[in-house]
């Protein structure tokens, strides 16, 4: 968990914000920082990210650049994350703060409003400025195959292709986090930023049910699987810990600041029961490897351990 946490950290620049598409490609290997132009940098844990989607997708005007990087672990993708940087340059604010209501608020298939599929919508509004923060799950199969924005096909196309060429795996759920922001007031950049992860990296249970409407992660399903609740807790936990951050760097003002405390509260709670864990499972192995406990003794204690 510490490991995971520590995956996501933006650093926006107060210089220009010019987006420079030549410096990705698809494969190309990211280390462990990632230089989306030189505003936004988001620094990763570990060094085998790659660059798995480069596309611009345009809708009532606004030009969107978007990078889309990826990480696997065993053969099975873990983690991607996308950045959307909207081009507004040049264009009339009326034509901006119209395009960016229809675009977020009224696209009939995903915006920042109240959806069945939305486990979780946190947002401010006024006019076209908005700060918000949805999570939910996704059937990756239904996305991956049957999209329904261009937007979408455009990243099916892309993560088709990356799972082709190297013969991965995806997990059939996968948790995300959305995350926008756009106010003149701070600077004009529109800002979004979507983290998908595999419920694995939170030592989640494993799932029965894979579709939309029947995944354990639902929210009208969701209180019937307590061990997905707590996954899910947790989930929201990071990522509102994440948008706190994401809020300063992208310099939010402060009436537009979401309140996540109830939730970002609650990784401190994870953080503390992780390190606890952590400690545990040390004292364990020392006593296994200085010949206290007899390899049945140890995995009984380890098994115990991991299931409180």
Same mark, same amino acid.
């Given at each position: 968990?510490?490991?995971? /946490?520590?995956?996501?950290?933006?650093?926006?620049?107060?210089?220009?914000?010019?987006?420079?598409?030549?410096?990705?490609?698809? #494969?190309?290997?990211?280390?462990?920082?990632? =230089?989306?132009?030189?505003?936004?940098? =988001?620094?990763?844990?570990?060094?085998?990210?790659?660059?798995?989607?480069?596309?611009?997708?345009?809708?009532?005007?606004?030009?969107?650049? /978007?990078?889309?990087?990826?990480?696997?672990?065993?053969?099975?993708?873990?983690?991607? @994350?996308?950045?959307?940087? #909207?081009?507004?340059? #040049?264009?009339?604010?009326?034509?901006?703060?119209?395009? /960016?209501?229809?675009?977020?608020?009224?696209?009939?298939?995903?915006?920042?409003?109240?959806?069945?599929?939305?486990?979780?919508?946190?947002?401010?509004?006024?006019?076209?400025?908005?700060?918000?923060?949805?999570?939910?799950?996704?059937?990756?199969?239904?996305?991956?195959?049957?999209?329904?924005?261009?937007?979408?096909?455009?990243?099916?196309?892309?993560? *088709?292709?990356?799972?082709?060429?190297?013969?991965?795996?995806?997990?059939?759920?996968?948790?995300?986090?959305?995350?926008?922001?756009?106010?003149?007031?701070?600077?004009?950049?529109?800002?979004?930023?979507?983290?998908?992860?595999?419920?694995?990296? @939170?030592?989640?249970? !494993?799932?029965?049910?894979?579709?939309?409407?029947?995944?354990?992660?639902?929210?009208?399903?969701?209180?019937?699987?307590?061990?997905?609740?707590?996954?899910?807790?947790?989930?929201?936990?990071?990522?509102?810990?994440?948008?706190?951050?994401?809020?300063?760097?992208?310099?939010?003002?402060?009436?537009?600041?979401?309140?996540?405390?109830?939730?970002?509260?609650?990784?401190?709670?994870? !953080?503390?029961?992780?390190?606890?864990?952590?400690?545990?499972?040390?004292?364990?192995?020392?006593?296994?490897?200085?010949?206290?406990?007899?390899?049945?003794?140890? *995995?009984?204690?380890?098994?115990? /351990?991991?299931?409180?």
């Amino acid at each position: 968990m510490k490991k995971f /946490i520590s995956i996501i950290i933006l650093s926006f620049f107060l210089s220009g914000s010019i987006f420079s598409a030549e410096n990705f490609s698809i #494969g190309k290997n990211i280390g462990n920082t990632f =230089i989306f132009n030189n505003k936004i940098q =988001i620094d990763l844990d570990g060094d085998n990210w790659v660059v798995v989607r480069k596309s611009h997708d345009g809708s009532y005007g606004i030009q969107q650049n /978007i990078i889309g990087i990826g990480r696997v672990e065993n053969n099975e993708v873990m983690e991607i @994350i996308e950045v959307y940087k #909207g081009d507004l340059s #040049g264009i009339y604010i009326d034509i901006v703060n119209q395009a /960016i209501i229809e675009i977020v608020f009224k696209d009939k298939n995903d915006g920042c409003y109240e959806r069945p599929e939305y486990y979780l919508l946190e947002l401010y509004r006024k006019g076209s400025s908005h700060n918000c923060m949805i999570i939910r799950h996704m059937d990756v199969t239904k996305e991956l195959n049957y999209p329904d924005s261009s937007d979408g096909r455009a990243a099916a196309a892309a993560y *088709n292709e990356w799972i082709r060429e190297s013969s991965l795996n995806f997990p059939k759920i996968m948790l995300e986090s959305q995350h926008s922001y756009f106010s003149r007031l701070a600077g004009g950049d529109w800002i979004q930023l979507r983290h998908f992860i595999n419920p694995k990296l @939170i030592n989640a249970p !494993k799932s029965k049910f894979f579709s939309e409407e029947t995944s354990e992660y639902h929210k009208i399903n969701i209180s019937q699987y307590p061990e997905h609740q707590k996954a899910m807790n947790k989930w929201i936990a990071i990522s509102s810990e994440f948008h706190k951050n994401f809020e300063d760097m992208v310099n939010a003002k402060n009436n537009h600041k979401l309140n996540l405390d109830q939730y970002y509260m609650e990784i401190k709670k994870i !953080k503390k029961m992780d390190n606890k864990l952590t400690d545990q499972l040390n004292e364990l192995n020392e006593l296994y490897k200085n010949e206290v406990l007899t390899e049945e003794e140890f *995995n009984k204690a380890k098994k115990k /351990i991991l299931n409180n």
